[in-house]
């Protein structure tokens, strides 16, 4: 029974993970343009490449494979404590509505108690000593039901206090998480297959880069608060499909299993396919108004690519910023710099050609995060990045199917 429950509050915990969204750090254009210089020449210096070790990075993988796991756990743990909070809940209030009625039969009536009225009722000895026995069961029956239900407001009381703890114990792992993320730096591709190669993020950060220069932003003046002055303001995220599921239980953001042999185990989005996805004719949309920061092309080393064309949007919504990469895309439609709205076609969704050695089939990967596109020394984009369900409504259950943008489930 103890492993039952310490493997019910282990498995609760990720799940309020992924209700964690993380709030964006403060920094300026001149921070941006500084990291950058820094990481190209420590690029060019090959420094960056040896800063970990093969080990290293194992170890660092194998703890957050380790951590990650850890959170989903306590997620599964909060949510099953909640659940039971809830039964124990309703089981009192049934307890409590049933005591009262027992109180309100057994009150005393004319000054004799209504067991004795009940009792001396009857017609015959036999009847008689019926009657007593029935009451004495009743007696009894009530006290057993106080009893019970006196247990169940401590077990309810001691559950809410283990809840209380467990979320701290959560918030303390999602720190420590950050921060492995943290020092993993540039390498942090080398673990997550899908993310930009070195070169490919020294090109996003120009992009961006160029493009609040060209916004008038100042070196010294917050990308954050720049950023509201140009973006397209927007007040919620649609679908970026028009009809379409979450690909199965390995397309949600979280730990995968199995993993292993080119498979990260962990995802770090979420993967949203059709019925006819390997077609090449599913159109993807913005799942909100913003600008396009960069478009990463094919880079085809010995003729493969992880995660095809990508295309990362910045978006203004309700006064915060936000990033979103949309990987696997067959074909573009647009381009870096074009403002968007939810209803511009940003391309073909892809996954099924040959080149796209980790994907076995059409689909599209979708990742949110907060704020910039800070993605160098200090990796603000992959450690930022969160389940994309808290900010945008899909089905609660895989491969439950939607055939619009917007209906609420």
Known sequence: MVKKVLYIIFMF????????????????????????????????????????????????????????NSIYQAGEDIKNLNKEIEVLTQEIAEDEEEIKDILSFTQIQNGESAYLEYAFGAKTFTDFIYRIAVSEQLTSYNEELIEKNKKNIEDNKKKTEELATKKVELAEKQEELTVELNKIKANLQEIDEEALSIEELIKVHESQIKLYEDHGCKDDEDVEECGKNFLPPDTSFWRPLKEGMISGTLGLYGPRRPCGNGVSCYHYGMDLTTYNANAGTTPVYAVANGMVISVVPLNLVNGRQCGGIKVYIQHNVNGKLYTTGYLHMHSINVKEGQVVTKDTLIGIMGGFESYDNCSTGGHLHLEISTGSFENLNNVTYYSKRYDPSISINFPSRVNSYWYDRVTKY
């Open 13 to 68: 915990c990720l799940v309020i993970s992924n209700l964690y969204v993380p709030v964006a750090e403060a920094k300026t254009l001149g921070d941006m343009k500084k990291e950058l210089e820094e990481f190209k020449e420590q690029y060019e210096q090959n420094k960056l490449e040896k800063e970990l070790s093969e080990k290293e990075k194992q170890e660092i993988e194998a703890n957050i494979n380790s951590i990650n």
